[in-house]
């Protein structure tokens, strides 16, 4: 995928969200949602071809980073509860949800989808961080309750 059709689909999504003039500024683009915490930060990579998408979490409250770490290598496990996405911690010791969405032969429609699952499941992780960061149990569903799988992925 070329840069102007990068440049169509930020346009796309600019009309689709209603707000004027989104577009990557340096291969970089920060969406953030009206009177929410979920921030998405989208980085254009032209060599890959593909976006690579983040969600900032919130920091991880240094007493329970043992147990919120568990919790992410669990998720993380084959992505069974994170819906094909990836946890990690941040060089500054705050939680990141991302993914990569490739753009090879990708419409408007899968774009969104992917962003609106992505999105869904960085609220259900800014949720899940803040009750772990206060020593909730993980709980034993907690798979369960993730986004399936295909859920705002791309399938080739």
């Known amino acids: 995928m070329s840069r102007e059709s990068m440049m169509a689909l930020m346009g796309d999504l600019s009309e689709a969200l209603g707000i004027e003039g989104l577009a990557l500024e340096e291969d970089h683009c920060r969406l953030q949602a009206q009177g929410e915490v979920l921030t998405l930060d989208l980085d254009y990579v032209e060599e890959g071809e593909l976006v690579v998408l983040s969600c900032p979490l919130g920091p991880v409250a240094a007493e329970r980073r043992e147990a919120v770490m568990a919790a992410f290598l669990s998720a993380n496990c084959f992505w069974q509860g994170t819906g094909g996405r990836t946890l990690s911690l941040d060089a500054v010791g ?12 990708l419409d408007f429609p899968a774009f969104y989808k992917a962003l609106e699952g992505f999105a869904a499941s960085g609220e259900q992780w800014i949720e899940r961080l803040r009750d772990l960061n206060q020593g909730a149990a993980e709980p034993a569903e907690a798979a369960e309750a993730a986004p399936p799988s295909d859920a705002g ?3 080739g």
């Open 94 to 105: 705050e939680g990141l949800l991302q993914a990569q969405v490739p753009l090879a032969g």
């Open 153 to 155: 992925m791309i399938r």
